[in-house]
């Protein structure tokens, strides 16, 4: 099956040749079909990942295996590069006992780059108000007039160490300085900015939302950070609604919920990220409840975010709405083309990498719906030029990210092409693909057709849902989660997704 991305076809061929040649076990291929093979260019063949540990594995264990039978394959001799692209979601569960103990061993060293990038940064930023290390977090209108008065020949300090860190669930990575602000992102920026500067006081909650790679997860730490130099003894965690929910459950099945409400409520700020998880789940939305009121009640801070403004979120009860539409909401819409490009330069910046303005504009003007794409694209063009000792240049960005960009300007997806191809392929019918029929195979083509609109056009997901028969956003969020998971566990569903994505394009190209 050819889905227009050679490398793709030559590393399935080199995987099966050598597992039928009895040189690969089932482990190890289950290993190698992890990896998403990106492309060839001359004498280097790329390949993604999704963790240093999936990385590391395949260095250690097959990629010389791999190097001899693609070279074999392609006919000539091939060096293999692996980039870590942490959007790909590639752990198996059915593989997750087995190298439980060793991802842990190996994201030791990962954390540790936090804490010294922690470090750096913390030695790099201009200083903010200094903090007198005496004391917890106190009202900041309190610790105003006290920095104002403050004497002392100390340099400040900030409190940026390994275990603060760990405990408050910070990427240090995430900044203001190193966040580009536009006209989509002003507001949120800057009302993020005065919840780090005064916690607790204005904005409360401050309730974030956006599409997909907007944004939302790197100004809540950002918050975090700021906030964390400010008042250095201050109190912060910052966790995703889905860890919530897990340390909530544990919580109750080890009967160790009052460890668990402590935990959350003698915090000065609560960062809660992607909130839209826990709708419906009654109880632990019972328990954020009281979270919320306790915190609120003690005028502690509160960031929330989510996929969606709070009126049109799902499985929520009116009173919790209600709160978090108490304090100030702010949407990140999508960066034009300028911040795109903005974002690009200091990313390519702060890595210490030279790239010319055209590959720039070229990446931010074919990826517009996803800021994590586009930083995926700007690694991809980057470890080629590193790997291969040149300097980035427009057409090597363009070869290699062929899968990624096709021609643009000939180039028109829409929703009814992609749900003609997905039905054909399926061997269903469009009205297939909008009905309530609930049989195993429609829902699964239904899903697919909704990841791919997601993915290949610029249509929202209400848009989608009325498209798809009317149904709501969280039903095609939903779908679209569930397939991009089941890309990086499902060879099955790997290969139909690639198909379709190639077939659509093709389609699109070469219009009957
Ligand atoms: N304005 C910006 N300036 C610099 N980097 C940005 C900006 N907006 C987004 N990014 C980068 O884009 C990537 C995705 O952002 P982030 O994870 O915060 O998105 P999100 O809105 O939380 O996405 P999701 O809803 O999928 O969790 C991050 O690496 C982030 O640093």
Not at 32 to 39: I, N, S, T, Y
């Amino acid at each position: 099956m050819s889905d227009g991305n050679p490398a793709k076809a030559t590393w399935q061929a080199a995987t099966e040749l050598l597992r039928d040649e009895g040189d690969l076990s089932d482990s190890q291929t289950a290993f190698v079909r992890m990896a998403h093979p990106l492309a060839a260019v001359d004498d280097v063949f790329m390949i993604a990942v999704g963790s240093e540990f999936v990385k590391s594995w395949i260095e250690d264990h097959v990629a010389d295996r791999m190097t001899d039978k693609v070279s074999a394959i392609i006919g000539h001799s091939i060096r293999l590069m692996i980039s870590v692209d942490p959007s790909i979601n590639d752990m198996p569960n059915a593989l997750q006992p087995e190298s439980e103990q060793q991802l842990r061993r190996v994201e030791q060293p990962a954390f540790e780059r936090y804490a010294d990038s922690a470090q750096s940064y913390a030695e790099s930023r201009p200083e903010v108000a200094p903090t007198p290390n005496e004391g917890s977090y106190q009202d900041p209108r309190e610790v105003r007039y006290r920095d104002s008065h403050y004497q002392s020949d100390q340099p400040y300090r900030p409190q940026q160490d390994r275990s603060v860190l760990t405990q408050a669930g910070l990427n240090p990575e995430y900044t203001f300085d190193n966040f580009v602000i536009g006209d989509s992102n002003r507001f949120a920026t800057a009302t993020s900015l005065a919840v780090a500067e005064s916690p607790g006081t204005t904005y409360n909650p401050l309730f974030l939302y956006s599409d997909s790679g907007m944004g939302k997860t790197h100004l809540m730490h950002a918050i975090g950070n700021y906030a964390l130099n400010l008042y250095s003894r201050s109190k912060i965690r910052y966790v995703s609604s889905e860890e919530f929910v897990n340390l909530f459950i544990n919580s109750l099945e080890s009967g160790k919920m009052k460890e668990f409400k402590d935990q959350f409520r003698s915090v000065d700020i609560l960062l809660i990220d992607d909130i839209q998880f826990i709708g419906g789940k009654e109880d632990t939305m019972v328990e954020f409840f009281h979270t919320f009121n306790a915190l609120t009640n003690a005028n502690k801070q509160i960031v929330i975010t989510s996929d969606v403004a709070p009126n049109l979120l799902n499985g929520f009860e009116e009173r919790m709405l209600s709160r978090f539409n108490s304090g100030v909401t702010a949407s990140i819409d999508r960066p034009n083309l300028e911040t795109r490009i903005a974002i690009l330069k200091k990313k390519a910046n702060a890595d210490g990498i030279e790239v010319p303005r055209e590959v720039h504009e070229f990446i931010a003007s074919n990826i517009t719906t996803n800021i994590r794409e586009m930083e995926g694209a700007l690694r991809r063009v980057t470890a080629l030029a590193d790997l291969t000792n040149q300097p980035v240049s427009l057409s090597q960005s363009q070869a290699v990210l062929k899968d990624l960009i096709s021609n643009p300007d000939t180039i028109e997806i829409t929703a009814s092409l992609i749900m003609g191809q997905t039905s054909n392929y399926f061997q269903l019918t469009i009205d297939d693909l909008t009905s309530t029929d609930r049989s195993r195979s429609i829902v699964v083509a239904r899903h697919i057709a909704m990841y791919l609109c997601r993915e290949m056009t610029e249509l929202s997901l209400p848009k989608i849902g009325e498209i798809f028969g009317g149904r709501d956003h969280s039903t095609v969020l939903t779908a679209y989660r569930k397939i991009d998971k089941q890309m990086a566990q499902k060879q099955t569903t790997y290969n139909q997704v690639s198909e379709l994505t190639s077939r659509i394009k093709q389609a699109a190209q070469h219009p009957e």
